[in-house]
């Protein structure tokens, strides 16, 4: 009995841990999820944990008054997203994504960052 109990959990865990690896979730940012950067940047970048399907994948980013900022329709090579933007003010901008993995599992989200002081 306790070896059925033991496989049976040691099932539902690789079964779960599989399933989780499943969805491109954002790694990291640049800039940061959350930072402050001196200056400008000119792109967006965002890394996944997998690649993404181009075609169903995408990024807004916009100022304090909603108004969109960055140049349009992103690069995408394998598991990076970029997107150029225009040039920003000193102000907190919200960056809004929804990407679809190549295995179909879609995941979105958002955050903000900081130019200036």
């Not at 940061?32 to 169903?56: C, I, K, M």
């Amino acid at each position: 009995m306790r070896m059925l109990i033991f496989a049976t959990s040691a099932l539902v865990t690789v079964t779960v841990g599989t399933a989780a690896k499943a969805h491109a979730f954002l790694d990291h940012a640049e800039p940061r999820v959350g930072s402050t950067v001196p200056t400008a940047p000119r792109e967006l970048s965002l890394s996944y944990t997998q690649n993404l399907e181009p075609a169903f994948s995408e990024v807004e980013v916009s100022d304090a008054n909603g108004k969109r900022v960055d140049q349009g329709k992103p690069s995408i090579s394998a598991a990076v997203m970029r997107v150029g933007l225009k040039p920003l003010a000193p102000g907190t901008y919200r960056v809004r994504w929804h990407v679809l993995s190549v295995d179909t599992h879609t995941t979105e989200g958002s955050f903000t960052f900081r130019v200036g002081q």
